[in-house]
């Protein structure tokens, strides 16, 4: 059995000032990503449906308390998203939402799966954490990955910012990935949110977590992400206090520890930032990305989940990787019915 990834291994490599070891670390962390993954980068782009949240949680713009215009998307909206994400030639999409099982029911979320079907290969949910038979139920529409992140593993922390609503409930949501297994997914996305709770415990648990998962459910195709907290319409709701180089190394010590797993980097980063990791240990990007519901057709719609950094159009970072030596990957999987 392989030991627990301890926080005191994690402050080690996370506090080392030797630039030669993080040197090494950033070869060793390239070294695999190209052994395992090529000069390839998975391409997706998110697709908000509705900023409609029953959830208190202190660091995002659709919280309950916020008085933003709350908005969810209807069938004929949703085509028209989706055909513009589309037309970028991006095969992989996020559905995303805030979470009110009220104002975005399965049965919602069904139908843009369904709708999804037309215009895509790869389908993901990143919604409220529910039942094994709700993630059936859209699993069976066509969707074949979820996204659900603890955003911090540490208990009285999760307390502190998650004041209101489903979200508040840890064990339902930290149980979330097992029941998604379950019902049949082929890709499972985990991940905190950095800045939130105390780091290497966050990592270590995060690690931890997906060590399990992977024993008890080796079939499926686990992906990390890391996003730092962002400020939403130039404002911060809460403190980022993970630097760039701390990032990096974050980055880097998760290919060492998990060489065959997916990392997945948002456009929450900076170009440069991103152009830095997509050569190193980064393996799937979102790009083109609105952060709003119907942004995508309307983009003087008003309110993000977080602001971006990085607002190259899709073509633009399609070109930059094509002009690094980097293939841009639309598609790696061709949709087949879920049975
Ligand atoms: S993080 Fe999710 S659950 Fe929390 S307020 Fe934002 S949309 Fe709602």
């Not at 969707?143 to 508040?168: F, W």
Request: glycine fraction near 8%; charge should be positive; hydrophobic fraction near 35%.
């Amino acid at each position: 059995m392989r030991p627990n990834i301890t926080p005191e291994a994690i402050n080690a490599v996370l506090h080392d000032p030797d630039p030669v070891k993080l040197e090494a670390l950033a070869q060793d962390a390239r070294r695999l990503t190209l052994g395992h993954f090529g000069k390839a980068i998975g391409l997706y782009t998110p697709l908000y449906l509705s900023n409609y949240c029953t959830s208190h949680c202190t660091y995002c713009g659709f919280h309950n308390r916020r008085k933003i215009t709350r908005v969810k998307l209807t069938p004929a909206q949703m085509d028209a998203e989706m055909r513009a994400i589309a037309r970028t030639g991006v095969q992989n999409i996020l559905l995303l939402t805030g979470e009110s099982p009220q104002a975005t029911p399965v049965g919602y979320l069904k139908d843009a799966v369904t709708l999804a079907k037309k215009y895509f290969q790869g389908i993901s949910l990143e919604v409220f954490p529910m039942t094994e038979n709700d993630y059936r139920t859209l699993y069976l529409a066509g969707a074949d990955g979820v996204t659900v992140y603890q955003e911090t593993y540490d208990r009285s922390r999760y307390s502190e910012v998650h004041l209101a609503g489903q979200k508040r409930d840890y064990a339902f949501r930290y149980g979330a990935p097992e029941r998604i297994a379950k019902a049949g997914m082929r890709q499972i996305s985990l991940g905190i949110l950095l800045g939130l709770g105390p780091l290497a415990q966050d990592l270590s648990a995060l690690y931890n977590h997906l060590r399990g998962l992977e024993k008890k459910f080796p079939g499926v195709e686990y992906s990390l992400s890391f996003p730092r907290l962002r400020t939403i319409k130039a404002k911060a709701l809460a403190p980022n206090d993970v630097d760039d180089a701390t990032f990096v190394k974050i980055l880097c010590l998760t290919r060492a520890l998990f060489p065959h797993t997916g990392i997945n980097l948002s456009t929450r980063e900076t170009p440069t930032m991103r152009n830095r990791l997509m050569g190193l240990c980064v393996t799937k990007v979102s790009i083109g990305s609105r952060t709003t519901v119907g942004g995508y057709n309307d983009t003087t719609a008003a309110d993000p989940q977080f602001d971006i950094a990085d607002d190259r159009s899709a073509a633009d970072t399609i070109a930059y990787l094509k002009a690094h030596g980097i293939d841009p990957v639309f598609t790696d999987w061709r949709r087949i019915e879920n049975t």
